[in-house]
């Protein structure tokens, strides 16, 4: 029996400098004005329309095909009351790595190649599975096997059937350790793929947990053809990359390093062709450039734009923005093995100085919540009811002293035994809203005596860093996958080694529920630990969490049947359409 | 002359072989590790050191060097992009192009302003126009060329004015479905603003040169001469003057090439430009070794080059000079 | 001699050096007009500093230690100022019937060049704003104001050029942004020039294969694209203290002096005055500091003011790429960088204009102030 399970994870988008910036989210602004002063959050009102799309929250995992998403597909393409043509220019930030799914690093990379490859299954809005490559699927008496049915009539761009083999093969490369997949745990519990006919599929299982679906399904499936007599440890660098050939919605076309990346539609579509003839994404690095360029209209769509473009962008009446729901929150790690952050106490003190609402109000300009702790609201695991460290610099300044921190010697700094207390904050270069609140969090912090140096560093460099424990405090952000449990981030097996579990966190109780959650199969149930295990986390504060943002993502008017959700901008973008009168190119 | 050429080459042979061998090891000494990053918090380490291995980084350092510099020097081979997983040779192929066409239009741009304005500086001797001149060309000159990029962008790409694309090589849209001749106007259209922001600096610089060169030649004795003759001013200062004055301008040419070449470092990443210069940001950003030793390898001949394309003008110029 | 002749300014216009009389008596205006309407400043200085002095514990840190040069610093130059101009009109008037010093020459050379002095007038007028920054700026440049309310607002005067992002006033901080890019080009160049200066010497001096040897070494230097080696080594340590960039910038820009100075020394090392000095046995360090390099000197001072410049604009490409001083310390490239999107606004296109303008004055008036030198110092160096 397979139930509906909730759980949290987190994965890592590693966001190199390239990567889109975190944005903001909040709704409500209900800061209290400053006396006298008008009350003015500048937001998204006035010229620009907007779309504020609905929130679709995690339901848990399902096994079975949810193909409502799927039949609206379907009517929207069989009804056939839209224009076929037109041309979409994607802003981006940086440049795909490359474009062969299995050693592609980096937003851009799969945001391309997602459209150029189907999985077997594919995400619907409300998180669960619908049909793609597989048009079905189903579990054995065991739970130990899933046979996946697929479609027959899919193509690869160069004209080859796409078939079993080619999901086998797919699975064979995605766990080979030469190949260095990034996702290659995600496989661990699968021992092999068996081809029982041309367009039917087997998993076998070494065990029986709640995303065996999820973990079978990840990963663009590769043509076998192609890439078959690769030898597993080129694959990297073959030329397929530069060149792909896919079996998705849109074809490849040609790729312009540093310039842009085009594709067009794939006419054969098993489906139905797209609506759109051309997709173009457009690199262009500085953020202030792409945000003019969508105002000038060269660019007509980017996602995650940082907020603070809001006030240039909202007088042009020909762009919408969609405010998502953001997969990510930001957080400010405290190394808890450095002797100033050892003490909870401190640690309290330290969040209780943070004005988080005010962060959200000036950089995220109220596109923004505060995160209360390490799940994301979106996901139907995380616990409305943890406890709160509302911002009061008076009660921060009583602990800081009960904990023997005053200030002595009148620098304004706080000390104790001699030591001040002062420590350096890192972030990562080319994230525009954390570059910011770092050195807001620094002028806060100030005020409450406590000393910080700003250091924004390159992301490898300061992940490394990280994992080595080499930091004293960072403002980081997790983006949130869909999938596995909070051991990498928070369990004490990982607290003294080279692991995500930057702070060096640890804590029995944590360990105990977390360890029975992720073994747990009842939902409910699973629930209630993994409730327990935030409260811990949240009274110990190893991070500030700092705030889960909202994404404004603009796009030009001109576009008709635009849904953008929380699972990927791009979920519907086969059925975007431009009527022809309003067609531009 | 061809003698020259080939000892300088010669030479230039153990200089980039010594900037090679100290940007290896300056880059090996420096903290943090490419690999991090491609590693997932969820990766083994069995994934860790096979990234490693591809990437020859599990082999000490001396080996590491060596097998690079054989690489290089006999096998032309620069190694793999760490970040774009694609061979360095490949990108930097697709990429000078397009910087030394912008450079090369910079160039154009800056002699020839830089002389023009220079002659009429110089004509016009202590007159408004020369004030005028002497005071523009210094303050370009002083000018950051990331500041004037977005003065022009503000001013012509959209701020003020739409008259120019504000980044981009080419129409990304409809470049490829235009005829030739429209697909030439829409890059003279692109290249436009970052050339001229590119070149206006060493415009300015040139133009003070030549004021000064041509000053002093006015001064000689055969330009006296040619004016006794009955030489309209005109005829003077073109036939005569500046013919002369010019000589020592053009070594500034094979000079500015390398200026120009670090310039765009910049100016390709407001105007986003695909060349050099980004290739050149991103990969000392992401520790993209092979990448960047390979550039660095570039920009340095081009800094030699133009050192040796300065003598070789300068002696093609002025035949007082001989090269030995 | 009358009772006007002594009186500064009036002695001095009567005297026929207007430009003088001119430039002493409005610096002392402004820094006693300074002294007056910010003497809450001053009081607040030297209260806070007796009272550190006493052993009264109140907060005393590098702000305050700010304001304090500062303060010493108004008093002390009005009081200087007027000192000397007092003296000056004690001493005749210029006789042109004895032999003036190298030095004079050269002063008066200088003081004829419109252009030059406008250069140094900037220069002079910076390190002035530079040094009384707190006086001059109306706020702290790092105060962040009501961080929701006080963000982006206009120009008004209050916030001359309005607020950016993070409330904090842009006035204020491109004042203060001054010290960054003076510290910088001064300091950088000092260590190039110093540096390039010693190893020319050096590889000029003993000439033969240690030269060629020292000069192939500077060949692989030159041969560096320094912009790109720069950001590598800063974007690689990841360090970006004011010092580290400093020293870097100063590491990587040396050669070009060390190649003008050997080529001075090949020259002067031909000339009879060395080859006699040499022949009565001085030591080599004598030959190389007495003999060699006060005669190399001129083209070093007129080199190293024009560096000033470059290296002032080579800053500001750091900052502007974010690999300059870290927030949230001003500097004129990263007020430009932060606040390069505002352009395009209605209201705050000023700011960044603002900051890069000053960028621009900074170094035109230090290429002024190269060029009235060489002109000054030595006329052959004119092209």
């Known amino acids: 029996m397979n139930p509906f399970f909730r759980s949290l994870t987190v994965i890592v988008l590693f966001w190199l400098g390239m990567s889109l910036s975190l944005t903001s989210c909040g709704t409500k602004k209900t800061t209290t004005p400053a006396p006298g002063k008008p009350r003015k959050i500048l937001g998204l009102e006035g010229g620009a329309g907007l779309v504020n799309v609905s929130k679709h929250k995690d339901q848990g995992h399902s096994h079975k095909v949810v193909t409502t998403w799927t039949d609206k597909l ?341 000390d104790k035994d001699g030591k001040k207390f002062s420590f350096v904050l890192k972030t990562n270069k080319g994230n525009s809203i954390r570059e910011k609140i770092v050195v807001q969090i620094q002028d806060m912090l100030k005020q409450v005596g406590v000393e910080v140096k700003t250091n924004i560093m390159d992301a490898p460099v300061m992940f490394a860093q990280l994992k080595k424990k080499e930091f004293e405090a960072v403002v980081v952000g997790w983006s949130v996958s869909l999938k596995t449990d909070m051991t990498t981030l928070w369990h004490s097996k990982q607290a003294n080694t080279e692991s995500f579990n930057f702070t060096s966190y640890s804590n029995p109780d944590f360990d105990k529920y977390n360890d029975t959650a992720v073994m747990e199969p009842d939902a409910l149930k699973a629930q209630e630990l993994w409730w327990k295990a935030q409260e811990v986390i949240v009274q110990d504060q190893p991070y500030t969490f700092l705030f889960v943002p909202k994404d404004i993502n603009w796009v030009h008017k001109r576009f008709q049947n635009v849904q953008m959700e929380t699972v990927g901008w791009h979920i519907n973008l086969e059925q975007w359409w431009v009527k022809k009168a309003d067609r531009k190119y | 002359m061809l003698s020259f050429i080939l000892r300088r080459l010669l030479i230039a042979i153990p200089i980039l072989f010594g900037l090679l061998t100290v940007n290896f090891f300056l880059i090996r000494l420096a903290p943090g590790d490419p690999a991090d990053l491609y590693i997932d918090k969820d990766m083994d380490a069995e994934v860790k050191a096979n990234i490693m291995k591809s990437m020859g980084l599990d082999q000490p350092v001396h080996i590491q060097y060596t097998r690079y510099l054989k690489n290089v020097f006999i096998d032309f081979d620069f190694g793999l992009s760490y970040t774009k997983k694609a061979p360095v040779k490949d990108l930097i192929l697709e990429a000078v192009p397009n910087t030394i066409q912008l450079s090369l239009l910079a160039l154009g741009i800056q002699i020839f302003l830089g002389i023009m304005i220079g002659i009429f500086s110089a004509a016009k001797q202590s007159t408004w126009i020369d004030g005028t001149a002497r005071v523009g060309s210094l303050f370009f000159y002083s000018m950051p060329s990331f500041y004037l990029a977005l003065v022009f962008i503000f001013i012509f790409a959209g701020g003020v004015f739409y008259i120019f694309p504000s980044s981009g090589m080419v129409n990304p849209v409809t470049y490829e479905s235009m005829s030739f001749g429209e697909k030439i106007w829409d890059r003279i259209v692109h290249i436009f603003l970052p050339a001229i922001t590119l070149g206006i600096g060493g415009a300015a610089g040139m133009s003070r040169y030549m004021r000064g060169e041509l000053l ?32 020592p301008i053009i070594t500034l040419i094979g000079l500015s090439l390398p200026v120009l070449f670090s310039g765009s470092v910049i100016i390709e990443s407001v105007f986003a430009w695909p060349g050099m210069g980004r290739l050149a940001v991103e990969a000392a950003f992401q520790r993209d070794y092979p990448m960047f030793l390979a550039i660095n390898l570039i920009f340095g001949t081009v800094v030699i080059m133009g050192s040796l394309i300065a003598d070789i003008l300068y002696a093609v110029a002025d035949p007082k000079v001989r090269l030995s | 001699m009358g009772f006007v002749e002594k009186i500064p300014p009036l002695g001095h216009f009567k005297r026929g050096e207007k430009g003088k009389g001119l430039l002493i008596s409005t610096l002392c205006l402004i820094f006693i007009s300074f002294m007056i309407f910010k003497s809450h400043l001053m009081v607040e200085a030297v209260e806070k500093t007796l009272a550190k002095i006493q052993g009264e514990e109140i907060p005393y840190g590098s702000t305050e230690i700010d304001l304090l040069i500062s303060t010493l610093f108004l008093p002390l130059a009005a009081l200087g100022l007027m000192l000397y101009s007092f003296i000056s009109l004690r001493k005749p008037v210029a006789n042109t019937n004895y032999a003036e010093g190298p030095w004079v020459t050269v002063w008066r050379k200088f003081k004829k060049n419109r252009l030059a002095m406008t250069g140094g007038l900037i220069i002079l007028s910076l390190y002035i704003i530079a040094i009384l920054c707190p006086y001059i700026a109306p706020h702290d440049p790092t105060e962040q104001f009501d961080r929701v309310y006080d963000q982006l607002l206009p120009p008004s005067t209050k916030h001359l050029l309005g607020t950016d992002e993070f409330s904090r006033d842009a006035f204020s901080r491109i004042i203060y942004g001054s010290r960054i890019s003076l510290l910088v080009g001064l300091l950088a160049v000092a260590i ?41 080594v800063i974007a690689l340590w990841q360090n970006q203290s004011i010092w580290i960039i400093i020293s870097v910038i100063g590491l990587m820009s040396w050669m070009g002096v060390a190649r003008l100075v050997r080529g001075q020394f090949l020259v002067l090392k031909e000339r009879e005055y060395f080859i006699a000095a040499k022949a009565l046995g001085a030591s080599g360090p004598r030959l190389i500091f007495k003999h060699l390099l006060p005669n190399a000197m001129t083209p070093i001072i007129v080199s190293a003011t024009l560096r000033v410049g470059t290296t002032i604009l080579l800053e500001a490409s750091l900052s502007f790429l974010s690999l300059g001083v870290q927030p949230p310390e001003p500097s004129w490239g990263n007020i430009v960088f932060d606040t390069k999107g505002q352009i395009f606004s209605d209201t705050l296109w000023c700011m960044p204009l603002a900051a890069g303008l000053a960028i621009v004055i900074t170094v035109t008036g230090y290429n002024l102030l190269g060029d009235g030198l060489r002109d000054a110092l030595d006329p052959r160096l004119r092209k």
Not at chain 1, 187 to 205: G, P, Q
């Open chain 1, 74 to 414: 379907k009517k929207f393409k069989e009804e056939k009351k839209y224009d076929e043509g037109g041309t979409l220019v994607v802003g981006i930030k940086g440049d795909a790595s490359t474009l062969l799914p299995v050693t592609a690093v980096g937003v851009t990379s799969q945001q391309v190649y997602s459209l150029l490859f189907l999985t077997l299954t594919t995400t619907n809005p409300d998180f669960s599975h619908g049909p793609g490559l597989a048009k079905s699927w189903e579990f054995s008496e065991d739970q130990l096997q899933i046979t996946f049915h697929l479609n027959d009539n899919v193509f690869w761009h160069d004209g080859v059937k796409t078939t079993a083999h080619d999901v086998k093969f797919s699975f064979e490369r995605q766990r080979d350790p030469k190949v260095a997949w990034s996702a290659i745990k995600w496989k661990d519990h699968i021992s092999k793929c068996e081809v029982i006919d041309d367009f039917t599929v087997k998993f076998y299982f070494t065990k029986k947990y709640p995303y065996q679906l999820m973990d079978a399904a990840v990963g663009a499936i590769m043509p076998k053809h192609i890439l078959g007599n690769v030898p597993p440890g080129e694959l990297k660098n073959h030329s397929f990359g530069q060149n792909p050939i896919g079996n998705g919605p849109f074809k490849f076309k040609l790729w312009k390093r540093n310039d842009r990346i085009e594709i067009v539609a794939n006419e054969k579509y098993h489906t139905g062709r797209p609506p759109l003839d051309r997709i173009i994404f457009r690199i262009i690095t500085d953020e202030d450039q792409l945000a003019h360029s969508l105002k000038i209209g060269e660019v007509d769509f980017v996602e995650a734009l940082a907020v603070s473009k809001i006030p240039r962008l909202n007088k042009e009446s020909s762009l919408v923005a969609h405010v998502v729901d953001s997969r990510s929150y930001t957080y400010l790690a405290w190394n808890l093995r450095n002797p100033l952050f050892t003490s909870k106490k401190v640690r309290h003190a330290l969040t209780m100085s943070i004005n988080r609402k005010e962060i959200i109000d000036s950089h995220l300009k109220g596109f923004g919540e505060i995160c209360k702790g390490p799940v994301s609201p979106i996901l139907a695991a995380s616990n409305p009811n943890l406890p709160e460290f509302p911002f009061d610099p008076q009660k921060a300044r009583d602990l800081f002293a009960a904990e023997g921190w005053r200030d002595t010697d009148g620098d304004k700094i706080l």
């Open chain 2, 216 to 247: 002093e030649v006015i001064r000689q004795d055969y330009i006296r001469t040619a004016r006794a003759k009955g030489l309209t001013e005109t005829a003077v200062l073109f036939k005569h003057a500046v013919k002369n004055a010019i000589i």
């Open chain 3, 192 to 232: 190039a020039v110093s540096l390039g200066t010693l190893y020319g010497a050096i590889s000029g001096y003993f000439g033969g294969w240690i030269d060629n040897l020292m000069m192939r070494f500077v060949d692989i230097m030159l041969a560096f694209p320094t912009l790109i080696l720069i950001i590598t």
